[in-house]
Nanobody
Framework: QVQLVESGGGLVQAGGSLRLSCAAS????????MGWFRQAPGKEREFVAAVSRSGRTTSYADSVKGRFTISRDNANNRVYLQMNSLKPEDTAVYYCAARLGLGSARVEEYESWGQGTQVTVSS
């Protein structure tokens, strides 16, 4: 199994930036695709971004495209989410997720999840 731990969340003003980090252990980094998801109270968990096993291919939700960047460092078993131009509607708990094989934007296709890190954007 793979264990995931997110960090980097916090309180930021609208227009500001945060960088989330996810540390993975238990498997080699190249074995799994990685994704970032977020969930606000009373809402379904939604896709934010994903990166392939190699890091060569990325995908984003339309709501964050152009503002967020996902990347990975397989040598150090970490994945990152750089968030710029943050908006109040970005407020949510952000989760790192891992999936064996190809990448995916579907929540149900990921098998390992971190504990989440809170991101709050004030207006």
């Amino acid at each position: 199994q793979v264990q995931l731990v997110e960090s980097g969340g916090g309180l930021v003003q609208a227009g500001g930036s945060l960088r989330l980090s996810c540390a993975a252990s238990g498997r080699t980094a190249s074995t799994y695709a990685m994704g970032w998801f977020r969930q606000a109270p009373g809402k379904e968990r939604e896709f934010v971004a994903a990166v392939s096993r190699s890091g060569r291919t990325t995908s984003y939700a339309d709501s964050v495209k152009g503002r967020f960047t996902i990347s990975r460092d397989n040598a150090n078993n970490r994945v990152y989410l750089q968030m710029n131009s943050l908006k109040p509607e970005d407020t949510a708990v952000y989760y790192c997720a891992a999936r064996l094989g190809l990448g995916s934007a579907r929540v149900e296709e990921y098998e390992s999840w971190g504990q989440g890190t809170q991101v709050t954007v004030s207006s």
